[in-house]
């Protein structure tokens, strides 16, 4: 990310050469201008515009309430935050599952809101899709494992590839994606074995979330990291900082200066 000169992936052929070279590959999520500043401004090598940002800034209970629009939205305002970034969009809920022109269109709108490139949940019944965006000059990050759009399917967030049968089908599935062009796969919840397992088998690099030490990088949901929100705090998740605890100790702190009459002081005051 040139914005700070540090990041070892400045473009989408860096991933490849990560790998080749054995340096992990950082990401982190932002869904606006602030935090993609604070990004650009780090070491982290790109930033993922997850749709997560249907559940950590929209509220909704699940990332199935994501749309083309809304990513779209928080896509360019990452975008203008990190004007030289790798920005990579999710493409939301069903948008390549209805045929090859309507996943064109969303991941044309999230190209021309700024994105580098876009992450696709799952494989199955949709790589020619995928490989139909490669072709189309539209880099596309893989996701396996625990992939929240099937939350439903998956009967909740659960660790995923725990059997040998699914293990296999998630190995398969991967080096499907590797076929199809992915630049890199996500592999969320899965057992650390089964990451390294896919880490070995694939040349793109893996990119871990809850899914152990062996994968080739590594992406955390910056809320979770910071600790913005007080109640969620998964285990793989590691926070650097209790941020709601000390966002919210500033904010009070704001409120009794002002109802103790020590806000604004003299030199706060505009002539
Ligand atoms: O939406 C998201 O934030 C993601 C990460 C958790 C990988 O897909």
Redesign the pocket.
């Known amino acids: 990310m040139p914005d700070n000169c540090q990041a070892g992936v400045k473009n989408i052929l860096d991933f490849a050469r990560a790998k080749r070279e054995e340096r992990p590959v950082v990401i982190l ?1 932002a869904y606006d201008a602030l935090m993609a500043r604070l990004l650009a401004a780090s070491e982290v090598d790109a930033i ?1 515009v ?3 940002a249907a559940m950590v800034v929209h509220g909704f209970p699940s ?1 199935i309430h994501a749309t083309v629009e809304m990513m779209a939205v928080h896509t360019a305002a990452v975008r203008r935050g990190a004007p030289a970034a790798v920005v990579i969009a ?1 493409m939301p809920f069903l948008s390549v599952r209805r045929g090859r022109e309507e996943a064109v269109r969303s991941a044309g709108a999230l190209m021309q809101a700024g994105a580098t490139a876009v ?1 696709i949940e799952g494989v199955a019944g949709h790589e020619d899709v995928i490989s139909h965006l490669v072709e189309s000059g539209i880099p596309v990050m893989g ?1 396996l494992g625990l992939t929240p759009q099937s939350v439903h399917q998956f009967g909740g967030y659960r660790v995923q590839g725990r059997s040998a049968d699914d293990a296999a089908q998630l190995r398969a599935d991967a080096r499907r994606l590797e076929e199809t062009g992915a630049l890199a796969v ?1 592999l ?1 919840c899965v057992p650390a074995e089964l990451a390294k397992n896919v880490t070995d088998d694939l040349a793109i690099p893996t990119i871990g ?1 809850g899914a152990g030490a062996d994968t080739d990088g590594q ?1 955390l ?1 910056l809320a979770d990291l910071l600790g913005l929100d007080a109640g969620f705090r998964p285990r793989f998740a590691r926070r650097y900082q209790e941020g709601h605890a000390e966002a919210l100790a500033a904010v009070n702190a704001f409120v009794r200066d002002v109802r103790a009459a020590r806000f604004p002081a003299r030199e706060e005051m505009l002539a």
């Open positions: 999520t993922l997850g749709d997560s990332t999710d992450k996701h996500v969320e979330i992406v949901v």
